[in-house]
């Protein structure tokens, strides 16, 4: 029903930057919320940022001020900004996206990306 693209990872020396796309289509009634997570080997799939439907923006400490989260609503694509990469930074980072239904159609419909690898070397 809907599909989310990614895009943008790669390899980067530390200190570098990196532009996250993910762009989400199909049956899209509207959307929530959109985040970026990351998974690094052998660690659980944490939150790196979230952006709202009203976009407040929120991020974890150990990006806040390196990277940013925006939104492009009319493209139902989400971006994050990352800048000043850290080697600790390296891992598959997946977007996320919650779909609202139509009212009374049930309940908003989780969505994620296939994940894209940042790697940062140092």
């Known amino acids: 029903q809907v599909q989310l693209v990614e895009s943008g990872g790669g390899l980067v020396q530390a200190g570098g930057s990196l532009r996250l796309s993910c762009a989400a289509s199909?049956?899209?009634?509207?959307?929530?919320?959109m985040g970026w997570y990351r998974q690094a080997p052998g660690k659980q799939r944490d939150l790196v940022g979230v952006i709202t439907s009203g976009f407040s923006t929120i991020y974890a400490d150990s990006v806040k001020g390196r990277f940013t989260i925006s939104r492009d609503d009319a493209k139902n694509t989400v971006y994050l900004q990352m800048n000043n990469l850290k080697p600790e930074d390296t891992a598959v980072y997946y977007c996320h996206v919650q779909v609202k239904v139509p009212p009374g159609a049930g309940r908003p419909v989780d969505y994620w990306g296939q994940g894209t690898q940042v790697t940062v070397s140092s």
């Open positions: 199909g049956r899209i009634f509207s959307i929530n919320d």
